[in-house]
């Protein structure tokens, strides 16, 4: 109730005349700084669920605050990383955040299939599984799905050329390989 009406704790203090107790002061050296740390302890890019102690000075809590989504911070901090000119922190550091902000540039088509496209596409499949002939006439209860067949995260796009009918079974036991 009172965040909503004042947008923090700390301004609804203020404006009852009261002193916040903790203020939150962290600045985007620290976050990242923080990001940086958590990074290479753990080897790989850090996800929302690793933001606790004693891995992580900080909560989900600021990163939301300053940058609105975790995905845009990783974002920023991918930037900021790749800017920084000492030794050691040139882009050989963070592979797999790169080749994300990479690839986030690179397609040219929704990664989400319309209902439109999904039946022009199950149409052109006569309603069967491309993997194993498998079509939900002839066993009810089947569901079929339109899936890329290059992947997404490699580079794939939603165009009817890259994209097939299969049954979930066959979908569910493929990888993005």
């Known amino acids: 109730l009172f965040i909503r009406r004042f947008g923090t704790w700390n301004k609804a203090l203020e404006q009852a005349g009261l002193t916040p107790k903790k203020l939150h002061a962290i600045t985007l050296e620290k976050l990242f700084d923080n990001l940086r740390t958590l990074w290479e302890s753990l080897g790989r890019q850090p996800r929302k669920d690793d933001l606790h102690p004693p891995g992580s000075r900080y909560g989900i809590a600021p990163y939301k605050r300053v940058f609105g989504k975790w995905r845009t911070a990783l974002e920023r901090f991918v930037e900021y990383a790749n800017e920084d ?70 580079g794939g796009e939603s165009h009817p050329d890259n994209l097939q009918t299969l049954c979930a079974p066959c979908n569910i036991g493929k990888s993005n390989l």
């Not at 540039?105 to 194993?132: G, Y």
């Open 85 to 154: 000119t000492t030794p050691g922190t040139q882009l050989g550091l963070f592979p797999v955040a790169i080749e994300l902000q990479q690839q986030k540039n690179a397609h040219t088509t929704s990664r989400s299939i319309s209902w439109r496209l999904k039946f022009l596409i199950m149409k052109r499949d006569n309603f069967r599984c491309t993997a194993c002939g498998a079509a939900p006439a002839n066993q009810p209860g089947l569901t079929l799905h339109v899936d890329h067949i290059h992947p997404w995260s490699k």
